[in-house]
């Protein structure tokens, strides 16, 4: 029996319009009724998620920024990390050297030297505004305490960069593509995995009795920890060879929960 269904948010449960399909926000409420319990985890900020559960008209655990933070859907804060400041201030220095966007997150804001329009692009897809930083050197470790470093440009920039990241910090961080050309920079053993299994145990849940959706690289370590994996079809090969059901929709996913595996 699944007692705990876990949903990504962009690409999955949360459009590029920053809406909740109808047929989306109905399954989860029957998941609900039916006695589910509910969870997101998403590279956003946990305020981002609040936003996003607002328009659901539900309470989840949250985890947030890739598993950064986690709280339940009581507001008990489980979890919460962030970088060594010199680590924080490394890995900058070497991105800020990049053609891209590199964003600075704490807990709660996104953080950039400069807005440009490309910026304000990005700017629209969020609930939440993006913070100009002009002195972010100085800003990370004392006014900014960065949970994660966020890096946007073309494809083949993203993943020079995040083979360099591997290899010059890889006892100090770890990295995740969780958008096409957006590479998410984390403290070391950070991910949706290791969060799903610090909030399951908390629930005092077993790793067969919960389901995730995703479609994403940075879903991959949460597929990994149950058979009840879910990806969307439009993700990328590799993404989708990870979990155990490809799906169109996540109505579609919380369908064959409620009529096959639950029934």
């Known amino acids: 029996m699944i007692k705990l269904i876990v949903s990504d948010l962009d690409g999955t449960l949360l459009g590029y319009d920053r809406r909740v399909k109808q047929e989306d926000k109905e ?12 969870a997101v985890a998403s590279g956003r900020m946990d305020n981002e998620i ?4 607002k328009e659901l008209g539900q309470k989840a655990h949250r985890v947030s920024q890739n598993g950064a933070y986690i709280y339940t859907n009581a507001d008990v804060h489980l979890h919460s990390v962030a970088f060594e400041t010199n680590v924080a201030r490394e890995i900058y220095k070497e991105a800020r050297k990049l ?12 953080f950039v030297e400069k807005k440009t329009e490309h910026v304000e692009q990005i700017r629209a897809r969020l609930f939440h505004d993006i913070i100009e930083e002009p002195n972010m050197l100085e ?7 960065p949970s994660k470093i966020t890096v946007i440009g073309e494809e083949e920039v993203v993943l020079a960069f995040q083979q360099k990241v591997n290899e010059q910090w890889q006892e100090h961080a770890d990295t995740f593509i969780s958008e096409p050309r957006c590479l998410d920079i984390m403290p070391k053993h950070i991910s949706k995995g290791n969060a799903i299994r610090s909030l399951i145990k908390h629930l005092h849940l077993k790793e067969d009795e919960i389901a995730c959706f995703g479609d994403s690289f940075n879903d991959i370590p949460m597929f990994r920890l149950t058979p009840y994996s879910f990806v969307m079809s ?3 090969p590799d993404v989708q060879k990870e979990a155990r059901y490809v799906v169109h929709s996540v109505h579609e996913a919380i369908d064959i929960i409620l009529t096959k595996i639950n029934a």
């Open 234 to 236: 439009h993700a990328h």
């Open 99 to 110: 053609e891209a966007i590199v964003m600075v997150c704490n807990e709660h804001t996104n």
């Open 27 to 38: 399954a989860v409420e029957r998941a609900v009724k039916s006695g589910i319990d509910f």
């Open 50 to 53: 609040l936003e996003v559960l």
């Open 139 to 145: 800003a990370i470790g004392t006014t900014i305490i």
